[in-house]
């Protein structure tokens, strides 16, 4: 079993940055692929950033591309996402989520409950 808790989430303005936190607990975090998911109101949950635990290589989507970055840090089984330039498009429930073996679908076996994003206009 692998526990996920998400943190930093909040209301920003637009052309603000939010740093999401993803803590895990249980078994060995630093053999998990890890993804940032978000949910906004009526929309399909998305992948928006994964990175492999093997090879440490990322994903973004392309609507986050250049804005977003995703890090890792094993000793402190935590994951992060920076978040920079903020759209009001950004906004929704973003959730952390780790797999042994998924990396681009949306096939995660452990999630967290999710943090709250929401950008002004």
């Known amino acids: 079993q692998v526990q996920l808790v998400e943190s930093g989430g909040g209301l920003v303005q637009a052309g603000g940055s939010l740093r999401l936190s993803c803590a895990a607990s249980?078994?060995?975090?630093?053999?998990?692929?890890m993804g940032w998911f978000r949910q906004a109101p009526g929309k399909e949950r998305e992948l928006v950033a994964a990175i492999k635990w093997s090879s440490g290589d990322t994903y973004y989507a392309a609507s986050v591309k250049s804005r977003f970055t995703m890090s890792r840090n094993n000793a402190k089984s935590t994951v992060y996402l920076q978040m920079n330039n903020l759209k009001p498009e950004d906004g929704g429930v973003y959730y952390c989520?780790?797999?042994?073996?998924?990396?681009?679908?949306?096939?995660?076996?452990?999630w967290g409950q999710g943090t709250q994003v929401t950008v002004s206009s």
């Open positions: 249980g078994r060995t975090f630093s053999r998990y692929n």
């Open positions: 989520a780790a797999d042994s073996s998924s990396f681009l679908g949306g096939e995660y076996d452990y």
